[in-house]
């Protein structure tokens, strides 16, 4: 009862000092019912079974803890990639340098432009899969974002986009507060990826709820931004249909608290719905994966391929659950996260779980935690490659499961350059 009273008191301390944007009938009704789920959860606390690992103070907190801006001495990652750019600059859309929104077989809107109308058909989804991912673990940030957020994107696909669409974020006031909510519907048979990058602001909560219709493909390929003082809470929230393709990867490199949270529900049969992340971390980094995949439907497959690199202190963290419902046979998922720890100072925290109630299921999980290998930097040594090269070349090699997810050549082409700009300056 305490702790439910604290979450409640820390949930109106900070509703004192915020105000629900003015919104349309039909916003200001998923508004309204998200902020009356802040209410009744309240915000996070360290207490909660699902933020043990990871403070949530400084995410719930009135104040916004500074950030130092940071001199990029490298163009942005995906500006050698043909692709439609929306750029929002902390937390808000700027035109100026955006192209412009409109696409073959593709729709985008702004939020704050369609905020307004009375009638809109991101109706029926926005907060709506927010909401069901509330069910069995309470999410209080991520209804906080949709009662609050002012700004984002609604896409509608309804053919295959062969242009990636790239939404790139910008931090440029050092105590920007900012969240942005995204809502992607794909039509049946449709095919996108979307591309994001940047560090959103000082302190960065976002939503991206994404409904996949039956055949239908949905590619996501992020990198997080290495302004290393931000911080940030993200959540992706999808639904599969028949037949379905959803696959996401997740770059982080720098952020003194990162929290990425991805809820995917397979509705459909025959749906396939994989999630990757690569991390590498320095100092005071604190970088927490946590993903809930539900089977829901049969002939499913899910995969879940988390790979963190951590050295002078840096914490990472993975939770991650697969939960098969009593119809959904014929489930394939699989599950690994395994970190690399570079010193003794570093650590890993791990808490995998599977929940299975059908029975004809083939679930796997496993999470380790180990040092360099020995045996093959010696061999690496021994054929003239100095140490710290060679520690590199088996930091990318220890990270490439996770980068493989990615489908796209120039796609992963660009993440594992980045990858080797961080270490390559890590030794320098």
């Known amino acids: 009862m305490r702790l439910a009273q604290m979450k409640q008191e820390a949930a109106e301390a900070r509703l004192a000092t915020v105000s629900v944007p003015e919104s349309g009938a039909w916003l200001a009704s998923a508004r309204a019912d998200a902020l009356a789920r802040v209410k009744t959860m309240g915000l996070p606390h360290a207490r909660d079974e699902y933020w043990k690992y990871t403070r949530p103070d400084t995410l719930t907190q009135a104040d916004v803890p500074a950030a130092a ?24 859309f700027n ?8 696409g073959e077989g593709l729709t985008i809107e702004r939020l704050a432009d369609i905020a307004a109308s ?45 242009k990636p669409i790239n939404l790139s974020y910008r931090h440029r006031d ?14 049946e048979g449709a095919k996108v990826t979307l591309l994001e990058n940047g560090p959103g602001a000082a302190r960065f909560n976002q939503v ?42 997740t770059l982080t ?43 829901d439907a049969k002939n499913c497959e899910s995969r879940q391929v988390f790979k963190k690199v951590l050295r002078n202190g840096a914490t990472g963290v993975f939770q991650g659950k697969i939960l098969v419902q009593p119809d959904a046979q014929k489930t394939d998922g699989y599950q690994i996260s395994q970190s690399l720890l570079l010193d003794d100072d570093s650590q890993f925290l791990a808490k995998p779980e599977l929940e299975i109630y059908a029975d004809d299921v083939a679930c796997s999980h496993g999470s380790t935690s180990g040092a360099i290998d020995e045996e093959g930097l010696f061999y690496l040594r021994a054929r003239g490659v100095p140490k710290d090269i060679a520690t590199d070349l088996m930091t990318l090699a220890f990270l490439a499961e996770a ?25 320098g």
């Open 69 to 92: 801006l940071y001199d990029a001495d490298e163009a942005p990652i995906f500006d050698d990639i043909e692709r439609l750019k929306i750029v929002f600059v902390d937390g808000v």
């Open 95 to 102: 035109a100026e340098e955006s192209d412009d929104l409109a």
């Open 118 to 162: 009375d009638i809109h058909w991101a109706k029926d989804f926005y907060g709506a899969l927010e909401l069901n991912g509330q069910t069995p673990v309470e999410r209080p940030l991520a209804a906080w974002n949709t009662a609050m957020a002012s700004d984002g994107v609604v896409i509608r696909v309804t053919g295959q986009v062969s």
């Open 174 to 187: 050092t105590a920007s507060d900012a969240a942005l909510h995204h809502v992607v519907k794909l039509e």
């Open 208 to 249: 991206l709820e994404v409904d996949v219709a039956d055949n239908a493909e949905f590619h996501h390929v992020r990198a997080q931004g290495r302004d290393h003082e931000r911080r940030n809470v993200t959540h992706i929230f999808a639904r599969l249909g028949t037949e379905s393709t959803f696959k996401s990867f």
């Open 253 to 295: 490199v720098n952020g003194v608290l990162t929290r990425n949270e991805a809820i995917l529900e397979l509705t459909g049969d025959d749906a396939i719905a994989h999630v990757a992340g690569a991390c590498v971390g320095d100092g005071d980094f604190h970088h927490d994966d946590t993903v809930f995949v539900t089977h």
């Open 403 to 427: 980068v493989e997810e990615i489908e796209e050549d120039a796609l992963s082409d660009a993440i594992i350059a980045r990858l080797e700009s961080w270490l390559e300056r890590r030794r």
